[in-house]
């Protein structure tokens, strides 16, 4: 099967965007990561399937498939790349869209200086619904790994995030640390380990262990997962500057039940086929 795709990114965060709109897509597991493979496929971190959405509050559908071939539900970055993907590629041209995914519907708009601005929806704290293995209602609470206990905030952002306080990022053991908390069995669906560092009350640096593809250069579901738990613990104040390897986002949230709104870049790298 021959399929056409654009490579796009989100502060380096990498994917293969694919309309499902007008061309039939139905990836397998291995086709997913065939494509994302860097050596023998395009090379990604997600790839993104854009398709027409059966709800009648929604404009598109979006679909989420790790590098691991693996499905999940949210994708901050991606979703500044999707409003920029069906602009350009003519399917639309509302500037501000709703968009169905598998952890509910985000706004993304398109800004007139090329920005994206994401309403991400309102963050949730309940473990059930991370989800969270915990009998504590406490916002920080103790993960044991191997040879270390780690104090974490767990939430969702439509996607399940463990966030970590740390005192240099750069020195933080991510790749160690990312692995474990991925796959704890306290986190029945893994989950995306980030680790910040608090430069002042309006600002972070920030790593992310992803989901199923591994340390990535920006994440943006991680970035705003990152803002809440340091403003609910005290730590930050909205609006805050999220600096990741990739560049930086800013992230605004007003407090409990009120949407996260994510502000960034999205960029087209090229379009071509594939035969998978």
């Not at 496929?41 to 979006?62: H, M, N, P, T």
């Not at 669906?189 to 920030?206: E, K, P, S, T, W």
């Not at 738990?229 to 039940?257: N, Q």
Request: glycine share 10%.
């Amino acid at each position: 099967m021959r399929i056409k795709f654009t490579k796009m990114h989100g502060l380096g965060n990498d994917f293969v965007v694919l309309d499902g709109v007008n061309q039939a897509i139905d990836l397998t597991p291995d086709q997913a990561r065939f494509l994302a493979d860097r050596h023998f496929g395009v090379g990604c971190d997600q790839i993104l399937v854009v398709e027409k959405s059966a709800r009648s509050d929604a404009d598109f559908r979006y679909r989420i498939f790790n590098a691991d071939g693996g499905e999940v539900e949210q994708c901050g970055n991606g979703a500044r790349c999707f409003v920029r993907f069906v602009h350009e590629k003519g399917l639309t041209t509302k500037r501000a869209i709703r968009v169905e995914t598998q952890g509910g519907l985000i706004e993304p708009c398109l800004e007139s200086d090329g920005s994206v601005t994401v309403d991400m929806g309102a963050p949730r704290f309940e473990p059930a619904h991370v989800p969270f293995v915990t009998d504590s209602d406490a916002l920080v609470q103790s993960l044991q790994l191997d040879g270390a206990r780690v104090d974490i905030t767990a939430l969702s952002m439509g996607n399940p995030h463990a966030v970590q306080v740390v005192a240099n990022v750069d020195a933080a053991p991510v790749a160690e640390q990312g692995r474990q908390i991925e796959k704890h069995p306290r986190f029945p669906q893994r989950v995306n380990a980030g680790f910040m560092q608090v430069a002042d009350r309006h600002a972070i640096r920030l790593r992310v262990f992803e989901r199923g593809a591994g340390e990535t250069l920006a994440c943006g579901t991680g970035a705003c997962a990152a803002v809440v738990a340091g403003i609910a613990r005290g730590l930050l104040d909205s609006p805050v500057k999220v600096t990741t390897r990739g560049g930086d986002l800013s992230i605004a949230w007003e407090g409990p039940g009120q949407p996260v709104l994510m502000t960034g870049p999205a960029v087209t790298v090229f379009d071509s086929e594939i035969e998978i």
